[in-house]
């Protein structure tokens, strides 16, 4: 019996919110399940700010994970307690209440599905 040798994949997805439109962070490929293990959120402006961040599944279907999340000046915010499993087609979508103040760094790990 022979056996299916699949592999996952690491992957860091970084976006700098240089407006304040909604942005895709990360979008789940074809034939696979992500786990987002970390999304940090980092302010750099020395003011605070709110996040929105969103996933839109592949149906367009808009799910709201956070919804004006305080981000406090110079600081770093690690939004997941846990991690976030993600399907395939699934977009991982960010977005700054002021434009060019925060920067967001998510973790992912991929897999065949």
Excluded: W
Excluded at 25 to 48: F, H, Q
């Amino acid at each position: 019996m022979s056996t299916i040798q699949t592999s996952s994949a690491l992957r860091v997805a970084r976006v700098d919110l240089t407006t304040t439109n909604n942005t895709t962070l990360y979008t789940v490929p074809n034939r696979y399940d992500s786990i987002v293990e970390s999304i940090i959120v980092s302010e750099d402006s020395g003011n605070a700010d709110t996040i929105n961040v969103t996933i839109t599944d592949a149906d367009s279907a808009v799910f709201n994970l956070f919804k004006v999340k305080s981000i406090s000046a110079n600081g770093t915010v690690e939004l997941l307690s846990r991690d976030l499993l993600l399907t395939a087609g699934d977009i991982l979508k960010v977005q700054a209440a002021t434009a060019n103040r925060l920067h967001v760094v998510a973790s992912i790990t991929e897999i065949p599905s």
